[in-house]
């Protein structure tokens, strides 16, 4: 008993819109960097589900090298943020302009 392609499909839009409606509404920047994170999962959903489908390795394969970019960006972006706060005291979108004096 197989789940059907657009089941998957359905759920990986709908993850990748919470994501970009959370990337747009939230001013705090850790929940951006979550929302990020979100939508690069159901991206991988998306390759998964369509590798599956046609029964070719190569989207299991780049599902590996999108994973090592989120590792990455979660890992760059966290520094960031911490950086920001001890200069700033505050992870707020809003109020952070670093253009400023």
Same mark, same amino acid.
């Given at each position: 008993?197989?789940?059907?392609?657009?089941?998957?499909? =359905?759920?990986?839009? $709908?993850? *990748?819109?919470?994501? /970009? #409606?959370?990337?747009?509404?939230?001013?705090?920047?850790?929940? !951006?960097?979550?929302?990020?994170?979100?939508?690069?999962?159901?991206?991988?959903?998306?390759?998964?589900?369509?590798?599956?489908?046609?029964?070719?390795?190569? =989207?299991?394969?780049? $599902?590996? *090298?999108?994973?090592? /970019? #989120?590792?990455?960006?979660?890992?760059?972006?966290?520094?960031? !943020?911490?950086?920001?706060?001890?200069?700033?005291?505050?992870?707020?979108?809003?109020?952070?302009?670093?253009?400023?004096?």
């Amino acid at each position: 008993m197989s789940i059907p392609l657009h089941y998957y499909l =359905g759920l990986s839009a $709908v993850l *990748f819109a919470i994501g /970009v #409606a959370g990337v747009l509404t939230r001013r705090n920047a850790i929940v !951006v960097f979550m929302c990020i994170e979100l939508m690069l999962n159901s991206v991988n959903l998306t390759l998964i589900a369509f590798a599956s489908f046609m029964g070719d390795i190569s =989207g299991h394969v780049l $599902v590996f *090298f999108v994973m090592a /970019v #989120a590792a990455a960006e979660a890992t760059v972006g966290l520094a960031i !943020v911490i950086a920001l706060f001890r200069n700033r005291q505050t992870v707020n979108i809003d109020e952070i302009n670093i253009l400023k004096w």
